[in-house]
């Protein structure tokens, strides 16, 4: 078990919380709590004094470790039921990467972001995140924004997805949301590393 100490900066500079914490907790005695009120499974893996937060269950994850990428963050686990906010909540850089490249590579096959492309024809498109409404004609939040693509005639320039570095895991929404296609790919990304 891989112990580091963890020191997340606040806005201010300040540290929100430190923790130790392993990069591979194991699901010894069936320990996982799953989330209720998300779209997708979500689930919370106790690890010391916080809980992993994951995609995937103990049924999911080959060997009974959840790898360092399967961890989207982790939350202060001094409740029964976990409360996803920015100021609990610890984004892991591992697994924000592999969202990233799970976008990239899928964008272009994802027929909701498909038909915004021929519909808005040329220019940048926001590919948003599915956890707050947006209206029609009206940009999200910067927190709510995964990245852009260029469009040429309607459709996608391959390989133009950028990353929009204001993206948040957890805001004061809840967690992040992709579509079903989307999502789907991602879990199946986690579950092949």
Do not use: C
Not at 31 to 36: S, V
Not at 47 to 52: K, L, N, P, Q
């Amino acid at each position: 078990m891989i112990l580091r100490r963890i020191s997340t900066p606040s806005r201010h500079g300040l540290p929100l919380f430190s923790r130790h914490f392993s990069a591979t907790p194991s699901f010894s005695g069936g320990n996982a709590l799953q989330g209720g009120s998300y779209p997708y499974p979500l689930w919370f893996h106790p690890e010391g004094t916080v809980m992993a937060v994951s995609f995937l269950g103990p049924s999911d994850v080959p060997g009974k470790e959840l790898r360092k990428e399967g961890i989207i963050g982790w939350v202060k686990g001094d409740t029964e039921t976990p409360d996803l906010k920015p100021g609990n909540f610890q984004t892991n850089p591992t697994f924000e990467d592999v969202l990233h490249e799970v976008v990239k590579e899928n964008i272009d096959e994802d027929e909701g972001i498909k038909a915004l492309a021929l519909h808005q024809k040329i220019g940048h498109l926001n590919i948003n995140d599915q956890r707050t409404y947006t209206s029609w004609g009206r940009v999200s939040d910067p927190e709510d924004i995964l990245g852009t693509v260029q469009l040429d005639d309607g459709s996608m320039v391959p390989g133009s997805y950028q990353r929009m570095p204001t993206h948040r895991i957890v805001s004061s929404n809840g967690l992040f949301q992709l579509s079903e296609f989307l999502h789907s790919k991602l879990v199946d990304r986690l579950q092949e590393k």
